[in-house]
């Protein structure tokens, strides 16, 4: 999935799970999160690689996901996706809850090679910003960990 991402040209941040997983969490995480950056060029990579991964809406219900037809300005309208592909589960958010989009999360963020993919990942302060801000039951039982193992690492 990321790779695909990569070879579009897609200007993203990996959140969530993974991104906490980059910082060496043992977060478990079954999906992809990402925030894309919201300019036009960068859109019409996006649905590029949405295209080439056969993403589909996640719709429950609907195992196989609803058909995904849009261009760059109906992808943006929605500020999230929730998408099933090729390669498993890809959620787009454009304003992660508690952030200002990919341009407040680039500011602090990391960048590893994930099994030959350059992947930029939110920082672990910024995981721990979003998920407080989402308040999700399941963010709120990963927050203790997360903000136990961002303390260990200022430390």
């Not at 993974?18 to 977060?27: D, E, P, R, V």
């Not at 997360?146 to 260990?152: A, D, G, K, P, V």
Request: proline residues 3%.
């Amino acid at each position: 999935m990321l790779a695909t991402l990569e070879s579009h040209g897609v200007r993203y941040m990996v959140i969530g799970g993974l991104a906490a997983a980059l910082h060496g969490s043992a977060h478990v995480t079954f999906d992809v999160d990402i925030t894309p950056a919201s300019d036009g060029d960068n859109r019409q990579r996006l649905l590029g690689a949405l295209r080439e991964m056969k993403a589909r809406v996640r719709a429950e219900g609907h195992p196989d996901g609803l058909e995904f037809l849009h261009d760059g300005r109906s992808l943006s309208r929605a500020g999230v996706w929730n998408l099933v592909t090729k390669f498993g589960e890809l959620d787009l958010s454009f304003v992660p809850t508690g952030t200002e989009g990919y341009d407040d999360l680039r500011r602090d963020s990391v960048v590893v090679d994930l099994q030959g993919v350059t992947v930029r990942g939110a920082s672990l302060a910024d995981v721990v910003r979003s998920k407080e801000a989402a308040g999700r039951p399941e963010n709120l039982l990963a927050l203790p960990t997360l903000r136990r193992f961002l303390e260990t690492r200022l430390t």
